[in-house]
């Protein structure tokens, strides 16, 4: 089983990944846009071969470079969990006629209008919705939906350049975020919690299935730079009936987007009255931390099974269900070098070996740029098998654990 594997050292759990290829008997190849002297040495080990692009960002560029190096070595599987490349795989799975899903399908995962286009016509319920490529059509668009709505580009990933807009004031001051993009979608702003709905899919039926929630929503924390983001894997979801309707919302958006096999990621809310709606779907492995909590809330290696359903369309693994799992990411307090931490120990006194990580940008070194990382200056993850004790430690993380800088 040969494997070309587009990325394999960033994001940062395509390291996993790529291990995970080689650990289930592939032969793995990969492609990137950095010498391969510059990959992880526990990467390099894992590949039997590397080819470096100038840019994975311009397709065809990336294609005509590829395609002859990956003609000579007859693959069986081209693979991406990276969002900005998945079309990408796409089209070199076309032009090789290798098995995977077709640039068409993807496309339905990748531009947001186009999913929710597809998904209203199967009867899901989706944001009110639309297609914008000019101001005039933003303030056109919001005034038909209705303030307050989302601006978020056509094929982004996570919570980047997205914006909650209310009013046309703030309209003009998102815009001119936003100047760089030529086109966007702008969508009805859901009320209600945000959760997530994550597979291991085999020929579009999930194998594997896992929910999570965040605190607070995405937007919220990727703008507001006080919040220290989290997000909580449940044990078993199936144990919540709150979240079932959830769960059967994300299969039947998995049918009607024609999902194969491999990873997806998707984002839906439930308003206060108890109906759910679907925000967002990506074919692709979850970043911020959310599948390492999958392993942590599972004792198993959900990076293994991805690979294992892959390349033999098997998931052999047992999700054991033994954990709530949360991960919360801290911003330091001031600017300049981190220079200090509290809270760190008190965590460790009551999470004991429920404290499975705990990694932090290293004493003075520079604070990172909080709008352009989630991870910021550091995260924990811990779990416990009680739902309320999970909840009680994620929360002490959040308001006593604390990163200073100056």
């Avoid at 944001?127 to 601006?151: D, H, L, M």
């Avoid at 987007?257 to 439930?270: A, I, N, P, V, Y």
Wanted: with cysteine; net charge neutral; charged share 25%.
């Amino acid at each position: 089983m040969k494997v070309l594997f587009i990325s394999p050292h960033y994001p940062e759990e395509m390291q996993g990944f790529t291990r995970g290829l080689a650990e289930v008997g592939a032969r793995v190849y990969a492609v990137g846009d950095v010498p391969e002297g510059q990959l992880p040495a526990h990467v390099r080990r894992h590949l039997a071969g590397y080819l470096q692009v100038p840019s994975l960002f311009d397709e065809a560029a990336a294609l005509a470079a590829i395609l002859p190096y990956a003609e000579r070595l007859g693959l069986d599987r081209i693979e991406c969990l990276w969002e900005p490349c998945v079309l990408l795989a796409a089209g070199l799975r076309e032009r090789l006629g290798i098995p995977g899903m077709s640039r068409d399908a993807v496309v339905g995962f990748r531009d947001k209008t186009v999913m929710k286009a597809r998904l209203v016509e199967a009867g899901i319920r989706v944001p009110r919705f639309a297609k914008v490529t000019s101001a005039q059509e933003c303030y056109a668009a919001a005034e038909s939906i209705g303030y307050p709505v989302v601006v978020k580009p056509i094929a982004g990933a996570g919570s980047a350049d997205t914006y909650r807009v209310e009013s046309p004031q703030a309209m003009e001051k998102a815009l001119a975020q936003l100047g760089h993009l030529t086109e966007a979608n702008l969508e009805e702003y859901i009320e209600g919690e945000e959760l997530t709905y994550d597979t291991v899919s085999i020929h579009g039926h999930p194998a594997f299935e896992s929910v999570s929630q965040y605190y607070p929503k995405p937007m919220e924390g990727r703008h507001q730079e006080w919040v220290s983001p989290a997000q909580i894997t449940l044990r078993d979801p199936f144990a919540h009936p709150e979240v079932h309707a959830g769960i059967d919302l994300g299969r039947k958006v998995l049918r009607a987007l024609g999902m194969g096999t491999g990873f997806t990621h998707m984002e839906w809310f439930r308003k206060p009255d108890g109906e759910v709606v679907f925000g967002e779907i990506a074919a692709r492995a979850p970043g911020g931390k959310l599948v390492d909590q999958m392993n942590y809330a599972n004792d198993f290696d959900v990076f293994r099974e991805w690979a294992r359903a892959a390349c033999w369309q098997s998931f052999e693994a047992t999700p054991h269900r033994r954990y709530y799992c949360a991960a919360v990411f801290k911003r330091a307090l001031g600017r300049g070098r981190i220079k200090g931490i509290r809270g760190l120990d008190a965590l460790r006194r009551r999470a004991g070996a429920g404290l499975v990580t705990a990694e932090f940008t290293p004493m003075g070194q520079p604070r990172r740029d909080w709008l352009n990382t989630l991870i910021g200056d550091g995260f924990v993850i811990l779990r416990h098998p009680d739902y309320h004790e999970a909840l009680r430690l994620m929360g002490q993380a959040i308001t006593d654990l604390r990163l200073y800088a100056g």
